[in-house]
């Protein structure tokens, strides 16, 4: 549990928020050329980074606004929060 | 040679005020070489290396632990083992584990303590009774035992549930597996741990896997804390970890990983002989042999690996125990820990060969992976012996993931993610 900088927002309590996983996965421009494998990239396979991980959040409960999210998940440290469109701060 | 624990080696070991006792496990340093290592000290990791040992006549092998063995996921669980899933894939693969668990004591010569208690899922609404019935109807056709109980018969079966129309979800009815309950968790990996050893397993304790060393399409061995060791074959079962795993090799997982939280109370005298599980209000609760209430929270919604969880999680749980067991309200928490579990999309597992040769992954039980320690231990150990799947886990290979054909377990794995 930690408190969250929504980037319209302000700091709120996480359990205002949901997770949406990990961010930057981009859909398939042609979905129809795609092979089985490809998809199964798309759809599925995760890097589950233990470490910092780039990710998306919601504000459900408050401004109801997507945004993405730079967390250390070995230790749920937030690096910086950045609104959709916006390029990753940090590598 | 191990000694045999019986009541005679009790009353032997009592007239040297038990400070005899021979050593359970050894405590090895690596050998250059082994025919397979096992990545993971837990329940399923050490279960598997049992099984090589006894079924396949596999005595070199090794499990590797980061951590002292049943550290993870294995002590951290609730203990609840049943086998009413919906697919037939899953009811072969969770029933298979659990006839292992009626003779597993006298198999392993060491107590898990598996008390069939049975285990009841409550139904809270129009949606729960026709899935948990379609459920029961398909656990008897896959020969599982389950019968449904209206209220009055919950009631009956364990009378300190709140099943009063007016509760916020009030109970409707419910399911009940009698063959299903619990088993003492540590035991379990402790006992996996000494049948192993004895057959000449090395089981290497706070030994960190730090890279896996592949040659072209095959593994040549692993890379750890203890220095490098040699090997031909490696499976992996690493839980929460096995992304972590995964990345070294460059072989994709579609797991997440997140914190399952569980508590438990102080210890009260007997006061509810079974398990409860509630998919809609997100409770269940069993009681210990010594007495305290254990009670399973449900995940974060969020990737971590901090083995700890939001508090909300528990507090939401906490709320549902209330209402339906309004008796618990006076009931200290003792203690509160989180495990991390490796979530599949489908919510049921993988035990599967990979693309590289001599690599195994057994991981995505997820939030419930206890039950299932010794089928499979038993179904991964024969996937690696014969690099091959038994048919019994044969639909739970890696590449559902591409073909579609997904187990979807969402309903049966009981726990909210």
Redesign the interface.
Known sequence: MFLINCPYCGERDQSEFSAGGEAHIVRPKQPTELSDDQWAEFLFMRKNIKGVQFERWNHIHGCRKWFNMVRDTSNDKIHTVYKMGEKPPIK | MKNKYSIFSLIKNAFSYHENWQRAWRDPEPKKEYDAIIIGGGGHGLATAFYLAKKHNMKNIAVVEKGWIGGGNTGRNTTIIRSNYLWDASAGLYDHALKIWEGLSQELNYNVMFSQRGVMNLAHNLQDIRDLKRRTHANRLNGIDAVWLNTEEVKKFCPIINTSPNIRYPVLGGTLQRRAGTARHDAVAWGYARGADAMGVDIIQNCEVKGIKRNGDSVEGIETTKGFIKTKKIGVVAAG?S??IA?MVDV??????KPLQALVSEPVKPIIDTVVMSNAVHAYVSQSDKGELVIGAGT???????QR????VVEGTLKAILELYPIFSRMKMLRQWGGIV?IC?DASPIISKTHIKGLYFNCGWGTGGFKATPGSGDLFAHTIANDEPHKLNADFNINR????DLVDEHGAAAVAH
């Open positions: 970890h992304s972590v990345k994709k997982l579609p797991l997440e990983s974060d919604a969020y990737i971590s690996y901090t969880g939001s508090h909300d490796d999309p993931f591409v073909s579609g």
